[in-house]
């Protein structure tokens, strides 16, 4: 689903990704961690092309990111993101903001887009919020009404750029609920986030990124337990304290 090839990405002088190469599969849900300033929130910001590379190659689904042919707003329709601003359009209501991008990219009828969007917001739990506002709606809420707008264009692949770490800590348990529930029905998912809990218990891999490399690949078990590379040891160790 996702090929990642000596991606390169800097800065100005300042390399932030070197090299990365890493293959994510269907189905699969992968966790990305590591200290602040790793890499991990430009290396998932690539993928879309929030942030343009300076060498290697994306493809997702078998599409080139970069190719000269590459419709980009095409592209990055088939590519949900979720990011740690919510990002919702205030002057919409809930049913609105996940409607709008149905009916502008993908051209479909008021009421179909409408339809869709109302089971949307039933599956994360805010059906009878579909006519409020974001500033109506608490953090966790709108965290998860970006999500349904993400889900409504049916991408092959769901990015989470840190979705909970702008939330009240009571709030966070029901975000990561619908991500529970994304996984277990088979989206292929990269999470970059720094909810651990979340990680030994949804993740199929755990990728631990430090100064732009990826040092160390491992399932959730093995990672908490024994990870092998010294820097995820002492990321491991510190999370323990």
């Known amino acids: 689903m996702l090929t990642l090839e000596s991606v390169q990405k800097w800065y100005g002088p300042n390399k932030v990704l070197n090299d990365v190469n890493e ?32 060498g290697g190659r994306i493809l997702v689904d078998g599409q080139d990111s ?5 419709d980009i707003n095409q592209y990055r329709s088939n ?9 919702l359009f205030a002057n919409l209501n809930v049913l609105q903001n996940v409607s709008l991008a149905q009916r502008r990219v993908k051209g479909l009828a008021r009421q179909e887009a409408d339809n869709i969007s109302t089971a949307l917001l039933e599956k994360v739990g805010l059906a009878h ?16 009404v970006a999500i349904a707008r993400a889900l409504a264009m049916k991408p092959p692949v769901m990015l989470f750029d840190e979705p909970t770490s702008a939330l009240d800590p009571e709030m966070v348990g029901e975000v990561l609920n619908v ?12 999470c970059v986030t720094h909810e651990m809990g979340f990680a030994r218990e949804v993740a199929d891999r755990v990728i631990f990124m430090d100064k732009g490399e990826i040092l160390e690949r ?21 999370i323990r304290h």
Do not use: W
């Open 179 to 190: 991500m529970k529930q994304l996984g277990s029905e088979g989206m292929t998912m990269v």
């Open 129 to 144: 919020k579909l006519n409020a506002y974001p500033h109506q709606l608490s953090g966790g809420q709108q965290q998860r």
């Open 23 to 54: 293959h994510i599969e269907k189905g699969e849900v992968v966790v990305v961690c590591g200290p602040s300033g790793s890499g991990k929130s430009t290396l998932i910001r690539t993928i879309n092309r929030l942030e343009e590379i300076q």
């Open 218 to 238: 491992a399932t959730p078990a093995e990672f908490f337990t024994m990870p092998q590379h010294p820097r995820a040891q002492k990321f491991v160790a510190d």
């Open 66 to 70: 970069r190719h000269a042919q590459t």
């Open 79 to 87: 590519i949900g993101f979720v990011f740690q601003q919510f990002n």
